[in-house]
């Protein structure tokens, strides 16, 4: 049951939501989730069947416009995108302003968002083609600086992309091919990744989606909106869960230390909580981790990875949480980021680029909303506060 409150405003009146528990920002046609049953979907369209029937860029198509696309318009997306992926060569002098050891969403943050100082013909945001370019641009380039902020990180030269490969195999190639050595691009781990960055493409009114979406209301250009959302993302309660999820497994380290953690997870004065498991919206599965959960199996097995002692605590954890009174009562399922960081780590990727991946996935869905709010009626977003301050006082001289 939806109650619609604007009316109120005129009376004077306004609600009180702390961390929006009940509160639609905006009305959206992009994605449906029903926490309960434990369904997501996409313009109509079941992430699963996504993940398994179409590729990365089919579903960026589909965020953005609102359908999958046909043969040509397939082609004509595809050519677009992989034609972009180039950054300006100015960008690399950028990164060299960052210490090493900076961390990669640190580093996402800020060349991001500096792309509105390069790419000064997408920023005019009542413009349509501008907006198109903006939105490919950002598709385009995302995997090329997270690939750089990953090469920065370890000392080596940055690598050009590929526009001959698919999204998910251009970007291991990037991340993993050198000057004196060439990365063999498996078509499983290939299309593996393609599945990982289907499943984070999009999911509505998430905190960084949201930012995004304010930001945006101010007008602000779509390079510092998309800056805005990998901000958001970065913190442990959301994107940031996927790295909190493997140092976790490696805390734990063995199937014989789970129940000491699980204890810890249901005690009320202590703060540790099992990453990877709960959500605001799922009181279900999660359907993005069953999928993901199946494409593990696939990479791990593509890897000849069979007995992973991380991924056997991983199960472990997952079966016990399953059954104990306290998951099952506060419906505590694994999420997304739970078996995505096992993904990650069998593919050698290190741990401080997992959520810079999830940002990079996330990114249609972060414009495809910009660009439905910036297309519609839409005013600056302006939440009210209980104020619970000091009155008015004097100030003594
Ligand atoms: N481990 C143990 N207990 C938990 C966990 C957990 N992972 N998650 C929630 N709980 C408990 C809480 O202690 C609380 O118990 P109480 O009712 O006795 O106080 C109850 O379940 C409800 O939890 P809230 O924090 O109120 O739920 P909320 O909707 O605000 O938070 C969140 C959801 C942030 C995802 C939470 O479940 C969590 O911290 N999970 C771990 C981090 C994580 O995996 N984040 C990724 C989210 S998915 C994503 O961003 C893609």
């Known amino acids: ?5 604007r009316s109120l405003v005129s009376e004077g009146y306004f609600t009180y939501d702390p961390g929006f528990m009940s509160t639609a920002s905006c009305e959206s046609s992009i994605t449906y989730i029903d926490g309960a049953k434990g369904v997501l979907l996409h313009r109509g369209y079941p992430i699963d069947e996504l993940a ?9 198509y589909l965020l953005l416009n609102g359908e999958l696309p046909n043969d040509i318009e397939k082609r004509d997306f595809h050519r677009t995108v992989m034609r972009h992926t180039m ?26 968002g500096a792309l509105s100082a390069f790419y000064h013909d997408s920023l005019d945001i009542t413009n349509d083609r501008h ?18 902020a990953y090469k920065y990180s370890i000392g080596q030269p940055f690598t050009y992309p590929r526009n001959d490969l698919s999204y998910g195999g251009n970007f291991l190639h990037m991340m993993f091919s050198n000057p004196c050595e060439k990365y063999y691009v498996s078509p499983t781990l290939a299309r593996a990744m393609d599945k990982i960055f289907i499943l984070h ?17 101010s007008g602000a250009n779509p390079f510092a909106c998309i800056a805005s ?32 953690y699980i204890a810890r997870a249901k005690d009320k004065n202590d703060p540790f909580r099992l ?44 079966q016990i949480a399953l059954e104990d009174p306290y998951f099952v009562e506060k419906k505590l399922y694994p ?63």
């Open 52 to 60: 398994e029937k179409r590729d990365y860029l089919d579903v960026c």
């Open 1 to 5: 049951d939806v109650i619609d409150v």
């Open 131 to 148: 907006r198109e370019i903006a939105a490919t641009r950002l598709i385009s380039k995302m995997p090329t600086l997270a690939a750089m």
């Open 275 to 318: 990453m990877g498991f709960g959500h605001r919206v799922y009181k279900n599965y999660d359907p993005r981790a069953k999928v993901m959960k199946e494409t593990a199996d696939e990479v791990l097995s593509e890897l000849g990875i069979t007995d992973d002692p991380l991924l056997n605590v991983a199960r472990r954890l997952e």
């Open 229 to 260: 959302g990998i901000a958001a993302l970065w913190g442990p309660a959301h994107g940031g869960a996927n790295e909190a999820v493997l140092n976790m497994l490696e805390e734990i380290g063995d199937v014989s230390n789970i129940d000491e």
């Open 87 to 112: 950054v300006h060569e100015q960008m690399h002098d950028f990164f060299k302003g960052f210490r090493r050891d900076s961390h990669p969403m640190a580093i996402m943050v800020g060349v991001v």
């Open 335 to 397: 999420n997304v980021d739970f078996y995505s960081g096992i993904i990650f780590k069998a593919l050698g990727i290190p741990t401080s680029m997992f959520t810079v991946l999830f940002a990079v996935g996330r990114t249609p869905g972060w414009i495809a909303h910009w660009k439905e709010m910036i297309s519609g009626p839409y005013r600056i977003g302006r939440p009210r506060q209980l104020y619970s301050g000091e009155p008015t006082r004097e100030v003594k001289e």
């Open 201 to 217: 493409a999009d999911h509505e009114q998430n905190a960084s989606t949201s930012t995004v979406r304010l930001a945006g209301s």
